[in-house]
């Protein structure tokens, strides 16, 4: 009887049982560690968490270091934003020794003269433009033989001279290339330069047809894209970009009733050519002729 009480008392220290609590949830004191053992396992935990930790930083290592090597990868720090560099502005072009020349011989007629991404642009009064350009023409050094364009260009807001005919001439013995430039008031007129350069002729009659420049001394100036009696010219900024009925239309085209004129529309805004009426076929043929329909005059 003995030996079995002995086996009860030691059943509860066994490992792997369960000792029950008393009434008030206090488990007995034979189940309580020594302490001892419990600072043993918390040195345990401790130790195996600092192992992760250390196994954690070696990779964040290797993956910095990994980023490094490797150039644009992500998590690079970028490098600074560097300032914007102001593109190429013209300069002033009084030292050009062609320019010097040009001034020497024709004084106050050169009034400007600036340098853009190597190209020199002058601007001559408009009273020696046929002088200037017979003198670069013979231009023992770099003689300018070849005029590449004639072109003007509209600005509204000068109001002292809105309008600016432009010369590129090229020397096809020096591979160099100049620009003239000169202002008129509006109406203004400006000397022909066919007897320095023919090719001059078609070029400024252009100019007369968009821009409304005349050209004195002019072996033949009439329009050269539009009908002779067209009013307006077209390349000025003050024209209208859309069309719009003027005189001419109202004399060389025929009339339309609002109908017809709604069925026009409609036909263009759905492309329907095939419903053309005679009207409108009439009115292609006279602004268009052989070329191509374009896809607006459907």
Not at 261 to 288: D, N
């Amino acid at each position: 009887m003995a030996d079995d009480n002995d086996k009860k008392d030691a059943a509860p220290d066994a490992p792997g049982v369960t000792v029950p609590a008393d009434a008030t949830g206090t488990p007995p004191p034979s189940a309580i560690p020594d302490a001892g053992e419990a600072a043993g396992a918390d040195a345990e935990k401790a130790a195996m968490v600092e192992q992760a930790k250390s196994r954690v930083a070696a990779v964040k290592d290797s993956l910095a270091e990994k980023a490094a090597s490797t150039p644009g990868a992500p998590g690079t720090p970028k490098p600074p934003v560097k300032k914007k560099e102001e593109g190429p502005k013209p300069v002033d072009a009084s030292g050009n020794s062609l320019v010097k020349k040009l001034k020497a011989q024709f004084g106050g007629a050169i009034t400007e003269a600036v340098e853009f991404l190597g190209q020199v642009s002058i601007r001559v009064d408009a009273a020696s433009i046929v002088e200037v350009c017979e003198s670069l023409r013979s231009d023992q050094e770099t003689p300018f033989n070849y005029l590449s364009d004639l072109t003007c260009v509209h600005y509204p807001m000068n109001r002292a001279a809105p309008l600016e005919i432009v010369y590129n001439l090229l020397s096809i013995k020096r591979n160099e290339r100049l620009r003239l430039k000169v202002g008129l008031a509006e109406k203004g007129s400006v000397q022909s330069v066919t007897s320095v350069w023919p090719s001059a002729n078609w070029m400024e009659r252009e100019v007369y047809d968009l821009f409304g420049v005349t050209f004195s001394n002019h072996p033949d100036l009439r329009r050269i894209l539009l009908p002779p009696d067209w009013i307006g010219h077209p390349l000025r900024k003050d024209y209208a970009l859309e069309f719009i009925e003027n005189e001419w239309t109202e004399r060389h085209l025929p009339v339309m009733t609002e109908v017809q004129r709604e069925q026009l529309e409609q036909r263009r805004a759905y492309g329907l050519e095939i419903l053309s009426v005679p009207q409108e076929r009439m009115m292609r043929e006279i602004f268009q002729g052989d070329k191509e329909v374009m896809p607006k005059d459907k």
